[in-house]
């Protein structure tokens, strides 16, 4: 089905968001305006100029599809009452003029959820969230046709400090709730021929808490499973976007596709607002990832990730340039197998008027002061 150059697109969301330190796990959706009117009008039109401008950079360098949040604020269900589903129509009326530009662009889309996610006001008693989950994704898949896929985690839910209509939360606690659960979502995909993107990652809770390191609970997790439109996704370690980490040994003990995750937007390392360079060490990852079998990707985050007070919006703000040059750098490397020092090379050329020379030294002598 084709390579995955897939890149977060949420920094237009968060445009005029005033909160001191801001959680940059997903789109603030408690921030955006969904009552008609000039307010509505006004938010929206600048949040599709910002995806604009964002869509046409990040598909300059050679990225294919771009990610958005979420599932849960786009599916309806009839068992939803009649407040929840005034605010999904407004939602999905918004998103679809933003995916419609994204298409424009020849981009896929690529939609996130959480299992299990559901409104706060839904009863939970008696409800199956797999069966429910199926019928939602369905019924998702069958409305939004632009949608290329739906990326899946299992082991992150929201955190306390969201203040949503919606909320996820923790459902999958074993291997074998996992397969299952991939088992039961897997023929939605196929029947609508989309991508399944299965995420790896967990913060550690429950027996299926080490996922992504754990051979034998990976082995468990993707038993059986073998649909051509399942894509497992990891980060390039078995930890979270760290530095000193050894490439995720579960990239090489499965024959499904799979896709690696890199953050050029480094959470733990200043968000951006100095240079924090990650194309040595990415080089490395990418040339061992060639032993690798059946990577077709990546997921690159270029504005995800943390709860920081910083604010730069890659590929919107000009001041986001160090963020910019890891993601430029990053699929440089990964998609046409050119060296680190050389797409800092490019970068600067395709920049104008800065000194390649002058910029490597730059980042050599910020690498070491980061790593010592």
């Known amino acids: 089905m084709g390579a995955i150059y897939l890149i977060d697109g949420i920094g237009p969301f968060f445009r005029g968001l005033q909160r001191r330190t801001i959680n940059w796990s997903k789109i603030p959706f408690d921030h955006l305006c969904m009552e008609p009117g000039v307010e509505r009008d006004a938010q929206w039109a600048q949040i599709r100029e910002d995806l604009g401008r964002f869509a046409r950079k990040v598909k300059g360098i050679g990225y294919n599809s771009v990610s958005l949040d979420d599932v849960s604020h786009l599916g309806d269900c009839r068992a939803y009452d009649a407040d929840t589903r005034v605010l999904i129509a407004a939602y999905r009326e918004e998103f679809r003029r933003c995916f419609a530009l994204l298409r424009e662009l020849d981009l896929q889309v690529y939609v996130t959820m959480d299992f299990f996610s559901a409104p706060v006001s839904m009863t939970r008693e008696g409800l199956d969230p797999t069966r429910f989950t199926v019928e939602l994704l369905d019924s998702f898949l069958t409305d939004f046709p632009e949608v290329s896929g739906v990326i899946v985690r299992i082991g992150e839910a929201d955190g306390r400090d969201v203040q949503d209509h919606f909320r996820s939360e923790l459902k999958v606690r074993t291997p074998e709730e996992a397969n299952e659960l991939l088992k039961a979502l897997l023929p939605v995909f196929e029947k609508h021929q989309r991508?399944?993107?299965?995420?790896?990652?967990?913060?550690?809770?429950?027996?299926?808490?080490?996922?992504?390191?754990?051979?034998d609970t990976f082995r468990r997790v993707l038993d059986g499973l073998e649909s051509q439109q399942l894509v497992v996704s990891m980060k390039y370690g078995e930890s979270d976007f760290f530095r000193h980490l050894p490439l995720n040994k579960n990239f090489f003990r499965t024959k499904v596709a799979k896709i690696i995750e890199l953050q050029t937007r480094r959470e733990y390392e200043g968000c951006g607002e100095y240079p924090s360079f990650t194309g040595w060490e990415y080089e490395r990852y990418i040339q061992e990832l060639r032993h690798a079998e059946n990577v077709v990707g990546c997921m690159v985050w270029c504005q995800t990730g943390g709860w920081v007070p910083f604010r730069r919006l890659a590929f919107i703000d000009d001041a986001a340039v160090w963020t910019e040059m890891n993601t430029f750098v990053t699929l440089k490397m990964l998609r046409d197998g050119v060296l680190a020092e050389e797409a800092v090379r490019e970068f600067a050329r395709e920049r104008g008027g800065v000194d390649a020379h002058a910029l490597l030294e730059l980042l050599r002598l910020a690498d070491e002061v980061i790593r010592d």
């Open 195 to 215: 991508r399944l993107i299965f995420r790896t990652w967990t913060v550690g809770a429950y027996p299926v808490g080490d996922l992504m390191w754990h051979r």
